[in-house]
């Protein structure tokens, strides 16, 4: 685990200043770019988080909390896991869906893998238009992905929640609709925990009082 814990850190560590280089480099990244720097900032994160949980868990005696450690590692995998292999399908160029694409635009465009286009203009017509076809496509996958890693965030809570508020105002290349439901974890976080049937039984147990009217003169249910 030792071993493992370190070799996260390090590649942690490489992909901080791997993002950091994209910015320095490029005043308006390119789309590829960008994705690279969202892609780097992601691996970042899930690795913080992974060795967060697993210092909890070692760190923690009761069996109950390891096991509450372990499940919260297991529900973020299962969620984030699809969004990578979202993107990965649908945009990697070792997908198969994407080598599938570029052959049937070669034959479109009537040339072979090993043939360049004809004319410079017939270049830039295929270029304009993956261009267009990129810019649609991960707008669409933006769209699609942002609202389930927000809701991760949401169910699991925690440092997960602190992450996407570092998230919403970093200078990093976030795509716009990541950023904008990440923005709504600064001031508007939907409640974990019923008032009646949790924290105000919690409140009074912990207080030794019947009623919290005995200590308080009022209290707001919604923090």
């Known amino acids: ?14 992909a901080r200043q791997t993002a950091r280089q994209t910015i320095i480099t490029s005043s308006s ?23 967060y949980l697993n210092n909890t868990d070692n760190n923690t005696s009761s ?28 945009t990697a160029s ?7 694409q570029k052959a049937l635009r070669n034959v479109h465009f009537g040339i072979t893998e090993t043939e360049q286009p004809s004319s410079s ?13 990129r810019q649609v496509l991960l707008h ?23 992450l996407g508020q570092v998230l919403s105002v970093t200078a990093l290349p976030i795509p716009n609709q990541y950023r904008d439901y990440f923005r709504t974890l600064q001031s508007s976080v939907p409640n974990h925990e019923d008032w009646v049937t949790v924290v105000k039984p919690t409140l009074e147990r912990e207080l030794g009082v019947h009623s919290l009217g005995e200590v ?8």
């Open 1 to 14: 685990i030792s071993i493992i814990i370190s070799s996260t850190t390090m590649l942690s560590n490489a």
């Open 29 to 51: 990244p390119s789309p590829a770019l960008r994705i690279a720097a969202t892609t780097t900032l992601a691996t970042t994160s899930i690795i913080s988080a992974s060795i």
């Open 63 to 90: 069996k109950s909390s390891r096991g509450l450690g372990f499940k919260r590692q297991l529900d973020f995998w299962s969620s984030v896991t699809p969004v990578v292999w979202d993107y990965w399908w649908n």
């Open 94 to 100: 070792s997908s198969p869906k994407v080598r599938l």
């Open 121 to 133: 203009s017939e270049q830039q017509q295929q270029q304009d238009e993956q261009k267009k076809e």
């Open 140 to 162: 669409q996958l933006h769209e699609r992905n942002a609202p389930k890693i927000y809701n991760v965030m949401i169910h699991l809570g925690g440092l997960y929640i602190k």
């Open 216 to 223: 308080f003169e009022s209290i707001d249910e919604v923090p």
